[in-house]
């Protein structure tokens, strides 16, 4: 569930952040490992509907896109955000600039301004400009958060491409089914009434569908838009993605391609923030929030014993948040020093394993899907006509 974490700490005064947590104790425990003085935690979801699309977001990657732009033709920071205000045509996205402006030309640091900025840019791009400012290479970090982002958006969109077939077909048998059963079942009904027992026991049960819904046609109508409204509101809450990875980690074949696609992510991002020169422990809590509640709970273990002194490879080992293969590359990474490029061969790799899995899943389900329905609307006509074959059959 996301939290709202309204905190302090020294040199950023009061500010306001969301968090991806189990509950309000988990989200301030979150926050204090970042070294944050707590003063409220409160939900950020809220009971209303929140429709795709309503909320403004900030264009985050063109944002950065084009700043970098800027500052590599020599334009300096100021001078570029003055740049994309005026081009700007959302009042939105405009205002949100103009505050990081105010901010600069009160002599803050960017880091600080974009962390005052509530929610419109995400602890690990504040994360990676802070860490840049220590070392004045500013146009480097922003180059490795577009790499970064870019990545992540691929592997995203290669999963939503493998699954707009499937729904498509689900969408389509769904509505062929709704259409059988809530208009020409009912119709058959009227031909067969006077049959009674002479028909089959599942024609029987169908037609007798048929016979409540002419009936009780509005008020069937009306719990089903209730219902799919209902469906609506559960799927926008907070924490309905959780749940979902939950139950489909209980599919058997799924748990483990969840999780590498978990620890993908995770290693990606740990392995930007190492590579902006973040120290291990402040890195691995910022990336917590990229992980399920189980496996943020094996992360406090692993960060826990790195505080201890316990090695990487060690800690990730012991808290099972690696693979054979990762767990290799940590170990070189240790002994050549650089764990950051490690991490980010470790999140490729599992990448292309996880974009052939998805495409042996797809070519493998997608005909099954289709059987499926084909069954589905095959059986419903069937049983409508088969009272028809029978009668075909005393007649003869």
């Known amino acids: 569930m996301r939290y709202q974490v309204k905190a302090m700490k020294a040199g950023e005064g009061v500010v306001s952040f969301d968090l991806d947590a189990r509950d309000a104790g988990d989200a301030r425990a979150q926050a204090s490992g970042r070294g944050y003085a707590v ?122 491409s493998a699954s707009i077939y499937p729904v498509i077909l689900v969408i389509a048998g769904g509505l062929v089914t709704m259409f059988l059963l809530g208009y020409v079942v009912p119709r058959f009904s009227h031909v067969y009434e006077g049959m009674g027992g002479d028909l089959p026991f599942l024609s029987r049960l169908l037609l007798q569908w048929g016979a409540l819904i002419d009936s009780h046609g509005t008020l069937t109508a009306g719990v089903f838009l209730g219902g799919t409204a209902a469906l609506l509101w559960w799927l926008t809450q907070p924490g309905t993605r959780s749940r979902m990875l939950r139950a489909l980690r209980r599919v058997p074949g799924f748990d483990e391609r969840v999780r590498v696609y978990q620890l993908t992510r995770f290693y990606r991002t740990l392995g930007m923030l190492l590579t902006g020169g973040i120290s291990v422990v402040p890195a691995l809590g910022m990336v917590a929030g990229l992980l399920d509640p189980d496996l943020r709970a094996r992360l406090d273990t692993a960060t826990r014993m790195v505080r201890e002194g316990r090695s990487m490879s060690v800690a990730m080992e012991s808290a099972g948040l690696t693979t054979s293969v990762a767990l290799r590359l940590l170990r070189v990474g240790e002994r050549s020093g650089q764990m950051g490029e490690m991490m980010e061969r470790i999140a490729t790799f599992h990448d292309e394993e996880m974009a052939r899995w998805v495409d042996w899943f797809t070519k493998t389900f997608e005909p099954l899907l289709m059987a499926i329905i084909g069954v589905v609307i095959g059986g419903i006509v069937v049983l409508m006509y088969l009272p028809i074959f029978e009668l075909a059959g005393s007649v003869q």
């Open 39 to 160: 003063l409220s935690v409160r939900g950020a979801g809220g009971a209303r509907l929140s429709l795709p699309g309503r909320r403004h977001r900030f264009p985050l990657l063109l944002f950065t896109q084009e700043l970098l732009a800027l500052l590599n033709a020599g334009i300096a920071l100021v001078e570029a955000l003055e740049t994309l205000a005026e081009k700007e045509s959302r009042p939105e996205t405009r205002a949100a600039l103009e505050a990081l402006l105010v901010s600069l030309r009160e002599g803050k640091p960017f880091s600080t301004a974009l962390q005052a900025s509530g929610d419109t840019f995400p602890d690990l791009y504040v994360a990676t400009v802070r860490a840049s400012e220590r070392t004045g290479d500013l146009s480097e970090a922003l180059a490795r958060y577009v790499t970064y982002q870019t990545q992540i958006d691929l592997v995203r969109k290669k999963l939503v």
